[in-house]
């Protein structure tokens, strides 16, 4: 199994461990997003290690490890934790995302050219558009991450997670 198929089919049941037991994940988000207001840093940092002890609380055919430290200032792709799939043995990095009100980090783009990019483009209103700009040279490596982003809205209790998976 690819990683790509392998990531899609842990945020499935991902998805449907959280729509079954909404507070589960209600509660390890509030903790994360509560850390917020001590720093961003914080609860980035937070978040790799709540979400990682997540999957291994909750996801019993799913294995975690929490590597953003150990391949901090190494690592050559985006790779906050790894998951394991128990059955399959699949094994794919995983990116987390933590933001609350705020634009969306993209992914770690150290000459920001997915930001410049996307600033110059004329207004994305089709799929066709939409495609131009994965087909665009400073995004040839975003359809490699696998981004899993955790977002709050701070006007209300209710805490979202988002799942993404962008695929060409």
């Known amino acids: 199994m690819n990683t790509q198929a392998a990531f899609r089919e842990f945020t499935n049941r991902f998805k449907l461990l959280i729509s079954k037991h909404p507070d589960l994940i209600t509660i390890t988000l509030s903790n994360i997003f509560t850390m917020r207001l001590i720093g961003n840093k914080t609860h980035g940092d937070l978040a790799e290690i709540a979400i990682a002890e997540f999957v291994n609380q909750y996801m019993y055919d799913f294995r975690s490890i929490h590597v953003g430290k150990d391949l901090y200032r190494a690592k050559s792709k985006e790779e906050d934790i790894k998951i394991i799939n128990e059955i399959t043995k699949a094994e794919f990095p995983v990116s ?8 969306l980090q993209l992914s ?8 410049r990019t996307l600033s110059e483009a004329d207004p994305i209103d089709s799929p ?12 040839s490596s975003f359809t490699e991450i696998n981004v899993l982003p955790l977002t709050m809205r701070s006007n209300s209790a209710v805490i979202f997670l988002c799942l993404i998976t962008i695929r060409r």
Do not use: C, R, V, W
Request: no cysteine; charged share 30%; net charge negative.
């Open 96 to 103: 987390l995302k933590a933001y609350g009100d705020g634009p």
């Open 128 to 139: 066709e558009k939409i495609k131009a700009i994965f087909d665009h040279e400073a995004f």
């Open 108 to 115: 770690t783009d150290k000459n920001s050219l997915m930001f």
